[in-house]
């Protein structure tokens, strides 16, 4: 399975790009439809491009933090701090969310970012990487989602996955994914640390952006891992098969400030 580099695509500008609020300049308030039953899709005419249009509550794809980003020109910045981790184990939970295969964590894990607190909830995969890192796509991408329980934002941990040997934290579920939409797979007694799925060098870029699917959030604080993990091409293909290509294309960084940790 061949992967290869993405293109940078222009979000668009001038009043065009606040179509969420207005219509083609100041001609009033654009009367999107409700969301309920609205599909969105990686391709198509549903796809990434159309994300904002399709509904009022995605309107925030079309903002100016959306993620994924290509990681490229980040700074060093000696303010911030390693992530303090607080992992426990979990049992498996899987479930096929049509788009993506997610697991769901048992309570208790949690990690602090810039003082703050978020509680593990899932983490979910990507194939390809939705981050790339100047201008180069990985096979796969793992989100870890936290939540801020008294603000509602989120923290999310990505880690890159590149063809290599086999992955042992992954190895367990792939033997249990469910093959369609909406079907789980549930076993407390085979437990797992997300610790064990983070590189061993914890260094990382970090970005103030969004949700990579619709309603498209910006309430995210990205971590993304510099060092990525290794899985073999056929467990990058098992999780492919189910899911497709599921990664949105790059988006603008506009003004955000884009910045690295370094261990």
């Known amino acids: 399975m061949k992967y290869s ?16 609020l207005f219509s083609a300049c100041g001609d009033g ?40 980003i290509d990681i490229a020109g980040a700074k060093d910045d000696a303010a911030l701090q390693a992530i303090a981790e607080h992992f426990v184990p979990s049992g498996t939970h899987i479930v096929n969310k049509g788009h993506t295969i997610q697991l769901n964590t048992d309570a208790g894990s949690s990690i602090t970012v810039n003082g703050e607190t978020y509680n593990l909830l899932q983490f979910h995969f990507h194939t390809h990487s939705e ?17 801020n329980e008294t603000t509602g934002k989120l923290a999310v941990i990505g880690v890159l996955v590149k063809e290599g040997a086999e992955n042992h934290f992954l190895d367990p579920f792939l033997h ?32 103030g952006g969004s949700l990579t699917t619709p309603p498209c959030s910006q309430v995210v604080t990205w971590l ?14 098992e999780l492919h098969e189910l899911e497709h290509d599921n ?12 910045r690295h940790f370094h261990i």
């Open 5 to 20: 580099t993405l293109s940078l695509p222009v979000l668009p500008l001038g009043c065009a790009f606040f179509l969420f």
């Open 131 to 147: 981050h790339l890192v100047n201008g180069v796509s990985y096979p796969m991408e793992i989100h870890f989602v936290h939540k």
């Open 247 to 258: 990664a949105r294309p790059v988006q603008q960084l506009y003004s955000r400030s884009l």
């Open 176 to 207: 249990h994914l469910p093959a369609v939409k909406d079907a789980t797979y549930d076993d407390a007694t085979t437990t797992f640390s997300v610790a064990d799925a983070l590189p061993a060098n914890r260094s990382y870029f970090t970005y």
């Open 224 to 237: 993304v891992m510099e060092n990525p993990v290794e899985a073999t091409a056929a467990q990058i293909q």
């Open 29 to 68: 308030p654009v009367d999107l439809p409700s969301c309920e039953g609205v599909e969105w899709e990686y391709e198509g005419a549903n796809g990434p491009d159309e994300w904002s249009s399709l509904c009022v509550d995605f309107a925030a794809c079309a903002g100016a933090e959306q993620s994924p």
